[in-house]
Structure formats: C-alpha cells, structure tokens
C-alpha cells in the first residue's frame, strides 16, 4: 500500500510555483493578486481563508482580504463582485461559500468574471471543463488529479467509482476521469444517494473516490483488493480523548481499507492540502492567460 502524501505534493507545487513567480519577479513581470471575499464570521470559514492567504505568501502572490459582515445584502455582494471584476490588479478571486442565507450562492457564481472564477465554479468553465478546453479545474478535483498523475497511478481502461454527486466534488471528477488522456480514459459510474446496491458497484471499481461527508462510510468488504482510494470526506468527530475534543476523519475507515489498497490518501493530509496548492496554480494560470490577450 502506498499513501498519497497530499501534504508532501502540494509543498512540491507550491516550490514550483515560487519559481515561477521569483522569475516574473526578476523579469519586471506584475505577480499573480488573488483576492478572496469572506462574508460573516464563520470559524471554519476563517481558518480556510486564512490559510490561502498564507499561501499566497509562501509562494510570493499579492493576496487580498475582503471581509464583509453577515447582515450585507444580496445588492451590496454583487456590488462588491462588480468592483473585483473591473479592477485590473486582481487576476482572480473567490467568493468563500457558505453564504449567509439572504444571498442566492448561484446569484454571486453567475456574477463572477469567469476569466477570474480561480475556484471554477462558474458555468462557462464547468463548460468548457466538460469539453476538455483550457480553463480553471475546480481546486479540490483538481488536486486529484494531480495526486493521481504524480504517483503515476494508472486510470485507463480502469472502472472508476466516484460517490457523491455535488458540483464542486463528485460530478466534475466523473467528467474529468472519463475525459481522454492522463489522468481519465477510465469507465465511470457515479453513484449517490438514490443508487441502490452502492457496496455491490464498490467491490467491481479499481478506483474510488469518496466525497460524501459521511465519516467511515467506505468499509474494507466494499473496496477489492489493490483498489486505488482517494478521499475527499472531512468531518469533525466529537472524540472526549482527544485534547481539542474532536478528530478529523474522512469517508473511508482508513485502518481496515487501507490493508486492501494499492494507492489510498490520509485524512487530513490527502487531498485537502491539494485544493489550496491547486486555487495557486489557478491563479497564476489566470494571470498568464491574462498576459496572452494582452
């Protein structure tokens, strides 16, 4: 069994991306500037927009903090977004879901400037995502794929199992993996929570990626043998022995699953370490393809 070490690849592409910008530093060129928008005072929220801000730093982004109360109205929010699309310096910005419940989330998506949707979210990328063009892969898919390419984890001819169907997770992974080249080329059946006989389709995947949000789901009678699991659950669970009072645990019951896979990630430090290496990469893809129209 080999662990796909989340936290060690994205420090690589962080590396990476700090090359590339010292570089356009060196050459006079303007710096990637992402900005995000935090609306109200969510703690998970906070900590997570905290941590891309840090991010931003660690690989020599501008980075803005729009902070904005929980009682703004739907108005002032797309006002807000109208300004981030106009101005020049920022090449890309996200608006941190959730959003307080007098503001329609699918309002503020729609009302980004797609050219700088970093998180992907918006229909004109989904699109083109689905149609194979160059756009911005929604980050924790994204992070995935990554992952997958990286421990040069085989997808072709393979029957891949994705369980959840969001729109953020589940359903562009089963576009992305049935997509041609690497990784994709593989079978997918997308499951959730109608399908029925989910364990029977489970034991006939290679590969499954779980983004359900329900702790432990994935047990060790419902993976074959040297399948390749990747997951994408994170909960908090209320645990008296632990000092902070609660573990972090994913989908999949790492202990027993893992004695059965080829490939598995560890939560925390699989996949969720990837989707703010993969928010950096695009937002420097934005600020390149930025530079090309000019």
């Given at each position: 069994?080999?662990?796909?070490?989340?936290?060690?690849?994205?420090e690589?592409?962080?590396?990476?991306?700090?090359?590339v910008?010292?570089?356009?530093?060196?050459?006079?060129?303007k710096?990637?500037?992402?900005?995000?928008?935090?609306v109200?005072?969510?703690?998970a929220?906070?900590?997570?927009?905290?941590?891309?801000?840090?991010?931003?730093?660690?690989?020599?982004?501008?980075?803005?903090?729009i902070?904005?109360?929980s009682?703004?109205s739907?108005?002032?929010?797309?006002?807000?977004?109208?300004?981030?699309?106009?101005?020049?310096?920022?090449?890309?910005?996200?608006?941190?879901?959730?959003?307080?419940?007098?503001?329609?989330?699918?309002?503020?998506?729609?009302?980004?400037?797609p050219?700088k949707d970093?998180?992907?979210f918006?229909?004109?990328?989904?699109?083109?995502?689905?149609?194979?063009?160059?756009t911005f892969?929604?980050?924790t898919?994204?992070g995935?794929?990554?992952?997958l390419e990286?421990?040069?984890?085989?997808?072709?001819?393979?029957?891949?199992?994705?369980?959840?169907r969001?729109?953020?997770?589940?359903?562009?992974?089963?576009?992305?993996?049935?997509?041609?080249?690497?990784?994709?080329?593989?079978?997918?059946?997308?499951?959730h929570s109608?399908?029925k006989n989910?364990?029977?389709?489970?034991?006939?995947?290679?590969?499954?990626?779980t983004?359900l949000?329900?702790?432990?789901?994935?047990k060790?009678?419902?993976?074959?043998d040297?399948?390749?699991?990747i997951?994408?659950?994170i909960?908090?669970?209320?645990?008296?022995t632990?000092?902070?009072?609660?573990?972090?645990?994913?989908?999949?019951d790492?202990?027993?699953?893992s004695k059965?896979?080829?490939?598995?990630?560890?939560v925390?430090?699989?996949v969720?370490?990837?989707?703010?290496?993969?928010?950096?990469?695009?937002?420097l893809?934005?600020?390149?393809?930025?530079?090309?129209?000019?």
């Amino acid at each position: 069994m080999q662990l796909l070490d989340g936290k060690k690849v994205s420090e690589d592409i962080k590396n990476e991306i700090a090359e590339v910008v010292s570089k356009m530093k060196n050459n006079g060129e303007k710096v990637p500037h992402l900005a995000a928008v935090i609306v109200g005072n969510d703690g998970a929220s906070l900590t997570y927009v905290g941590s891309k801000v840090k991010a931003c730093e660690r690989v020599g982004f501008e980075s803005t903090l729009i902070k904005l109360p929980s009682t703004i109205s739907e108005l002032e929010l797309l006002k807000k977004i109208e300004e981030l699309n106009q101005d020049d310096n920022i090449d890309g910005f996200i608006v941190q879901l959730p959003l307080p419940q007098q503001i329609d989330d699918q309002k503020v998506l729609m009302a980004i400037d797609p050219s700088k949707d970093v998180d992907g979210f918006h229909p004109e990328n989904f699109g083109k995502m689905a149609l194979d063009m160059t756009t911005f892969i929604p980050a924790t898919p994204f992070g995935i794929l990554e992952l997958l390419e990286r421990y040069n984890v085989q997808t072709a001819g393979k029957h891949t199992v994705v369980i959840g169907r969001s729109h953020i997770v589940g359903r562009p992974m089963s576009i992305l993996m049935g997509r041609k080249g690497f990784p994709g080329n593989s079978t997918v059946t997308l499951t959730h929570s109608h399908t029925k006989n989910i364990a029977q389709i489970t034991t006939q995947a290679d590969i499954i990626i779980t983004a359900l949000g329900v702790p432990n789901y994935l047990k060790a009678e419902m993976v074959k043998d040297d399948a390749v699991i990747i997951d994408v659950g994170i909960t908090r669970v209320p645990d008296e022995t632990n000092p902070k009072g609660y573990i972090i645990t994913g989908d999949v019951d790492f202990e027993n699953v893992s004695k059965k896979a080829s490939f598995i990630t560890p939560v925390p430090g699989g996949v969720g370490p990837m989707t703010i290496a993969m928010l950096l990469k695009n937002t420097l893809l934005a600020r390149e393809l930025k530079r090309e129209k000019k």
